[in-house]
């Protein structure tokens, strides 16, 4: 289970951070792509799990999820695919292998209580 690395790389973002500032992590928002491969309640287990007996604990960890968004150069545009298993333009069905966004692992932002 990767997720619980994930988990343990947030967590290590999230103490450092407090740490410089001065505060105790409430909430880590995440970013995270579909196609990241990060199963998302996996990853909320780990989180949950993993910050037991840490300053963290009791934090949440909030998920904002992104979709495949990809260029069709037939459109000329971007467009989010319905499936990110298909790689075709959901307006006009050519393949569209130009990804532009949705493989997204990024902590956002951290809410700090002190």
Do not use: K, W
Not at 48 to 72: F, H, K, M
């Amino acid at each position: 289970m990767h997720e619980l690395s994930i988990a343990l790389n947030v967590i290590r973002i999230a103490e450092g951070e407090a740490d410089r500032i001065g505060g105790r992590v409430s909430a880590v928002h995440l970013r995270i792509g579909a196609l990241s491969g990060v199963a998302r309640e996996a990853l909320l287990f780990s989180y949950d799990v993993a910050t037991a007996d840490t300053p963290l604990a009791g934090s949440r960890l909030v998920i904002e999820e992104i979709p495949v968004l990809v260029y069709c150069s037939r459109c000329d545009t971007e467009r989010q695919l319905p499936s990110p298993q298909l790689f075709v333009c959901p307006v006009c069905q050519s393949a569209t292998p130009d990804i532009r966004a949705g493989r997204e692992l990024q902590v956002m932002a951290l809410e700090m209580v002190s």
